[in-house]
């Protein structure tokens, strides 16, 4: 059960920073004007939010019946995603990158 909790937080940390690194909206199409704007980036965070959230009940269903959670579990998690969000929204918005 330790190995499953690990694999969950690593996933959501990598998913959480996803959009950050990735110029394409969707991971898959360009945008139009070069650049991905933060409403897209903020669309893909909360898209990945529930990606790994279903994969967590999914691997919560393989041990047993899956746990009933209220708002609160959901609110912290969400809030826990954005937390692991940081590090990619410093390398985007705040650091200063050379030649640019």
Known sequence: MGF????????AFAAANLPFFSERILFVA??????KGFGWRLLELSGLFF???GLAILMEGRL????VQGWGFYAV???LF???AYPGFVYRYLWRHRGA
């Open 30 to 35: 360009r945008p139009r004007g070069g650049r």
């Open 64 to 67: 047993g019946a899956p746990h």
């Open 4 to 11: 499953s909790t690990t694999l969950l937080l690593v996933l």
């Open 51 to 53: 990606v790994v959230g």
């Open 77 to 79: 998690n969400a809030a």
């Open 82 to 84: 954005v937390v692991f």
